[in-house]
């Protein structure tokens, strides 16, 4: 049976505190969007403790999944006025645009998000591999590639998740084909930075005597 430590409990304690109290403000606002995403979330959770329970990810990781989740749900919860926005776009936190050059706050999200996912996939990548604790796994232009692969099938997967949201509801803040497209992009780039952080992170390779 696997044990889960203080810490782990902790996180889980803290997740569900805030998907409950965001949920409920989901409710409060007819959010039925939202109230999809929470569920969508539910299983995420159960995925990722059946995950640990096989991997045993690093608090770190499990930390940083949270924070997205909390990310997400703040995303599409937390109403902002047009005044804050360039150009003016309200309604809530993920249309947030501090500057027409920026990427919006959804787009942020995704570059996070999927680079946290990145680097759980590292962690599967080296169990399935057999490379216990401590012992050696190189991000190497192979591995690296592999990993940005998985973080973007992932990515392509929540794509999948909201175009059931356009399907299944009249009005969601989905976007269109280009929303997209930037989406895309943004995971693209988080994935490419988790690589690029595990990689520089890694003692150099030295050649056995």
Not at 101 to 122: I, M, R
Request: with cysteine; charged share 10%.
């Amino acid at each position: 049976m696997v044990r889960f430590s203080r810490h782990d409990r902790l996180i889980v304690g803290f997740t569900l505190l805030y998907l409950v109290g965001l949920t409920a403000r989901s409710v409060g606002q007819g959010n039925t969007e939202f109230l999809y995403y929470a569920a969508v979330m539910l299983g995420l959770i159960g995925a990722v403790g059946l995950l640990h329970a096989r991997v045993r990810l690093p608090a770190g990781v499990l930390a940083a999944l949270s924070a997205w989740g909390l990310l997400h749900m703040l995303g599409g919860t937390l109403a902002i006025p047009a005044s804050v926005s360039d150009p003016p776009d309200p309604a809530v936190l993920y249309n947030l645009r501090l500057h027409r050059v920026l990427p919006k706050f959804d787009q942020l999200v995704h570059a996070y998000g999927f680079g946290v996912a990145t680097w759980a996939s590292y962690h599967a990548l080296r169990h399935a591999m057999g490379v216990a604790g401590g012992g050696r796994f190189r991000v190497t232009l192979g591995t690296g590639t592999a990993l940005v692969c998985m973080g973007m099938g992932l990515g392509a997967l929540n794509e999948v998740v909201e175009f059931a949201a356009t399907r299944l509801m009249p009005r969601t803040n989905v976007g269109g084909y280009e929303n997209t497209g930037w989406d895309l992009v943004s995971n693209l780039a988080g994935c490419l930075i988790a690589v690029a952080g595990l990689a520089l992170r890694q003692p150099p390779y030295r050649s056995a005597p």
